[in-house]
């Protein structure tokens, strides 16, 4: 029997943003806030707890991402239905998402309007994951995991070290090689991946996921 609301668990570690979206949603005569969980240990056992129709998930939580909270969450009850309500904006995110099972990755920039439709479309069935949304999607990781599969371990390192601002003298020091050895990989690096500064080493990192 189909509920008279649909029922949403919030899981978002700000109590303020978590108290405000409930408002939002509380206010809407076909949706109902029934829970929330700021982790995502407590947001698959207060699914299970709940069962809620829709599960509202920021995707940076304490002890993992909305990813694994997905997962798990999908684990205890398949026909739950997911909605990624996040400041994260990268291809990884909503990847992630993807593969939770998620019908709909929505930015917190996005209007308040646009959360209420989301939750109501998802809640009836919809998704806002169109076939070519994912087509592109499934692209881009291919394109993503072929990069990847191109670099050594001591290059992804070397990648990661350079997205977090460290300079080539520290990335030697801290991975007991030389500097000459360094800027090797770092020319290794710029032909593979195109990566020449560190503003692109930033970019490509957070592309592939080596950094949050």
Same mark, same amino acid.
Do not use: C, W
């Given at each position: ?30 949706? $109902? ?8 240990? +407590? ?5 299970? +707890?709940?069962? *809620? =129709? ?7 939580? *304490?002890? /993992? %991402?909305? /990813?694994?909270? /997905? ?6 009850? *398949? =026909? ?10 990268? =291809? ?37 994951? $169109?076939?070519? $949304? ?17 670099? $050594?371990?001591? +290059? ?9 601002? %460290?300079?080539?003298? =520290? ?8 500097? %000459? !050895?360094?800027? !090797?990989?770092?020319?290794?690096? /710029? ?15 957070? +592309? ?5």
């Amino acid at each position: 029997m189909k509920r008279e609301r649909a029922s949403v668990l919030i899981v978002e570690d700000h109590q303020v943003v978590a108290e405000g979206l409930a408002a939002l949603i509380n206010n809407q005569k076909d949706m $109902t806030v029934v829970g929330h969980a700021g982790s995502v240990a +407590e947001s698959i056992a207060r699914a299970a +707890e709940l069962d *809620p =129709d829709v599960v509202l998930l920021d995707f940076r939580l *304490p002890d /993992g %991402t909305g /990813g694994d909270a /997905g997962i798990g969450i999908r684990q205890v009850r *398949p =026909d739950i239905k997911l909605i990624f309500l996040t400041r994260e904006d990268s =291809d990884a995110a909503r990847f992630a998402a993807l593969e939770s099972g998620a019908s709909a990755f929505i930015h917190k920039s996005r209007a308040a309007q646009e959360v209420v439709d989301a939750i109501r479309l998802v809640a009836n069935g919809g998704s806002l994951f $169109t076939p070519r $949304t994912i087509a592109s999607l499934l692209t881009k990781k291919r394109e993503m995991e072929s990069q990847l599969e191109k670099l $050594t371990v001591r +290059e992804k390192e070397v990648l990661r070290l350079m997205a977090e601002g %460290t300079s080539s003298r =520290d990335i030697a020091g801290r991975l007991g090689i030389s500097y %000459t !050895t360094v800027r !090797t990989h770092i020319r290794s690096l /710029g032909s593979k991946l195109g990566v020449h500064s560190k503003l692109e080493a930033i970019v490509k990192a957070r +592309e592939l996921a080596l950094v949050d």
